[in-house]
């Protein structure tokens, strides 16, 4: 602890907030506790300045994530400079807990937050994309993988109120997002809570120089992959192949068709389109400005940020679409927050984003492409009219052109607004509160529609081009129509503080009452009743000195989806922390700079059901007609899903350079609601119909462990890492499922596996490429196929139960699911002088889906073939030993054409995210221009994957061929600080 001189009395202090090598450090807390003085932030030059009266001995605490905290002793006047050295292990980092901020060396708790400072490094346009790679067990929009047959995503909390998503918030406003993964972390929210939550705080003014920031960039997308199109002779050749091993006669494409298609020489009468180039645009531009202004004094603070967006649309039109597809976004928001005066102070948060976005009629615009083949000419007449085929009556070109569009603008809305009083006249430490929070997202379409006269080839006439026309369609004027949806939310709360410390001992609680509403539209008479959840929530905490922390937090709460004698659940969790580097065995040791332990207990719940089904204690009746009938029977002990989360951890710092933490955490989740497949039909009741009961139960478990180094080389270069690997698995312990005979392989296909686990049927390789490879192989196999029977080059499929029948009784669990048992990132950032460098990496493993429809299927739309499918299997190639590398093809699908091990896909990849390097402007240029601060930029995201997908023709994030590419991004920008 240093000592400031300076003379007691009311008075301005000015400092300023400094590194070990001189540079100026913005965004630094001072604060001077157990005073009525606003604590201030010091400015992007690093200055500060405390205004207010201060007693001899006071305690002024300086505090800047990534550094250590700094306590001076107030005694004399004098500027404050202040310098804070750097921490790797982040011990003084804050830490956004529901029940308050702490510093991380405090929380018991498994928490993670990701600061402004994290954010900035991003040029990510969404919070979510932003998120990925940085925060450990929080991947593909699950925190800690899943642990439930239903509903498993987190609870998303903006600025404490519970919101649908953060979509909504522009990144730039965003001042950090926790991560609360343990029921420590999050049994205040009762059966919101099991999942996990996400809480996000936006940016809010503070006590210091007044800044005005400006971020503009622009972005060019250009597609990672494209499909392999095939040309219109490949095509022919393979249609012929799939229509002779179907058992047809004859040819579609005769070898003369074939030749002409090859060379081109006549497009009119043998096209060669590729509908995937004509129409989709490899290249997205996006241009996206954000201006902020941020500052107060000690009554009065604010932040407001205004940003604008616009995107592109990746469609390719003819230019007489009567509007321009692609989005505008206008984002708006303001923090207020003031103080009447030494007992009374509040706060006004206000925001609103419009999403503007026009878009096709047709919302299958790459499904559609792979409909037409590249044999047709298109795609209009020579007069211009839209053609299709007898099997498609629309076209990728019609949906895009000549269908109409449809204009969607939403809006979020938010309004949220409190009081706090101190009430320390009452009892020192004690304050009170309220607030009132908004949340509506109205949203209104108008469908603009049309029609169009469609044209066919004439396939009578073959020496020329010739159409007619098809279905009795007529050009039609653009007729609009409107429609309105909205659905908000309400939350009122109030709560009830108390903080004091006794010598050594200090000792904290708070008690909470809020009311949930959320409604949204519906013809659903139950929905339209507005969901409430009622919460009385408690915590308190204790410490000894800096030793030793613990937290008891519970919460009850209810809601009306369950039945009125059950309505209410008790959440209580206990976490504690153990920091041994404040000992004295410890305190000054050269090695070990931070070392923590730390574990808690605790139960939470979640009420997402996975049903559509609202008061499901009660029966359901629907109506048919004149008819009333029973649909589901009600339970009137539904209750929600219960977990038991346990957690344990360690966080070490060593050499002030290098930190290591680990987590351990166990959760049994029961109470899961199904349907009872055990119980059996009932007087005509089906299964179907009869009640849902909370017999399901999920165990989970995992690790994350988190690997940081940092170190200032000197005054020009400085050197930082970290990284993270995260494991979770589960196992259905119970799915109350009827064991289905012992003339099954596996009986059971949920209870002992993991959620989502994948089934198909496993090849049988044993006659060295596991197909049948002859009529006669098939007939001495004894096999015989439910569904299609099997065709020479079909896949030969193990007989698990040995009955001589393949069938649903062989499945097999193969493979992992489509959440991924493992997940890593990692971050680096250097600075030399002017420029930074910073990259981030992500990956996935042990997570697997199965390939199926376009890319894959040859039989999808009556024909779709790939570069695969070039070598499919024929009786010449394999008779030549060529390589082979798809079943034999069909038009109307085989047996191949189900899950089996050769369409199941590993999804593990190793991703560059992103990479960025900036330039900081010096000081003398940009002040001629009055501006404290200007950086240039330039960043690439999504630059490579490393993978082992079967096709080059989709990247791993995609889930198909016929959905939209995966896109890298390069983005040019600046940042000027005024």
Known sequence: MEHA???????????????????????????????????????????????????????????????????????????????????????????????????????????????????????????????????????????????????????????????????????????????????????????????????????KGYNGESTIKVTANYTMEDAMVSPTVLNSAQYASLYNEAWANDGNSGTIYSPYDIEQYASGENLDLYPNNNWYDMFIDPLVETQNIHVSGRGGSETFKYYVGMGYLHQDSPYQTDGTVSETYGTNQFSLGSNLDIKVNDYISGYMNLSAKVNNNIDTKGSNIYTSIFNQPPTIYGPTTPEGHVIITETDATSTYALINRSGYVKTTGTNITSLSGLNIDLKKLLPGLSAGGDLMYYSTPTSYINASTDYVRYRRDETVTDSLAFVQYGSNEDEPLTLAKTVSTSYRTQFQGHLSYENTFGDHGVSSNVLIQKQYYSAPSNDDDAIEPYIKMTYGFNASYSYKNLFYADFVSSVQGSEQFNSGSRYGYFPSLSAALVLSNYDFLKNDKTVSFLKFYASHGYTGNDNLGTSDRYLYKDNLTSSGTRIFEDRLGNPNITWETSRIANIGFEIGLWDQLSLSFEYFDDKRTDILLNNQIIPSMNGVASSSLPLMNQGEVQSYGFETVLGYQKDFSEDLSFGVNGYFAFNDNEVVNA????????????????????????????????????????????????????????????????????????????????????PRITYGGELNMKWKRFDLSALVFGQSQVTSFNSGAGYYESYSGGTFFSQHLNAWTPERYANGDEITAPALSLNGSSSNTANNYYLQDKSYFQLREVTLSYSIPENWSNTMSMKDARIFFSARNLFYLDNMKSDDQTVAMSGVNTSPSRRAFVLGFNLTF
Request: hydrophobic share 30%.
């Open 5 to 203: 001189n300076a003379q007691q009395g009311d008075f301005t202090l000015n400092g300023s907030v400094k590194d070990v090598f001189g540079h100026e450090l913005p965004g630094a807390t001072i604060s001077c506790p157990e005073t009525d003085i606003s604590s201030t932030v010091s400015g992007e030059d690093g200055s500060f300045i405390i205004k207010g009266s201060l007693t001899q001995n006071q305690v002024i605490i300086i505090s800047l994530n990534n550094y250590k905290s700094k306590e001076i002793i107030f005694q004399e006047e004098e500027d404050l400079n202040i310098v804070l050295e750097s921490d790797v292990s982040g011990r003084d980092n804050t830490i956004s807990l529901l029940t308050g901020d702490r510093t991380k060396s405090s929380v018991g708790a498994s928490a993670f937050t990701l600061t402004a400072d994290a954010l900035s490094r991003t040029r990510a346009t969404g919070l979510g994309s932003a998120l990925t790679g940085r925060i450990p067990g929080y991947a593909n929009g699950y925190i800690r993988g899943k642990s439930t047959l239903n509903g498993d995503s987190p609870t998303i909390i903006v600025d404490g109120m519970v919101t649908d998503n953060y979509g909504y918030l522009n990144l730039n406003d965003v001042e950090s997002v926790t991560v609360l993964k343990d029921a420590a972390a999050t049994s205040l929210y009762g059966f919101q809570s099991a999942s996990g939550i996400v809480s996000v705080k936006t940016k």
């Open 736 to 819: 109350a499922e009827l064991y289905k005979g012992d003339d099954y392989a596996y009986p059971y296909t949920t209870t002992g596996q993991r959620i989502g686990q994948n089934w198909g049927y496993l090849i049988d390789y044993s006659n060295g490429n596991g197909y049948f490879n002859s009529e006669a192989e098939i007939t001495g196999s004894g096999l015989s196929y439910d569904g299609n029977s099997p065709r020479p080059g079909d896949f030969k499929y193990q007989d698990l139960n040995n009955d001589g029948v393949i069938d649903t009784r062989d499945r097999a669990p193969m493979g992992y699911s489509s959440i």
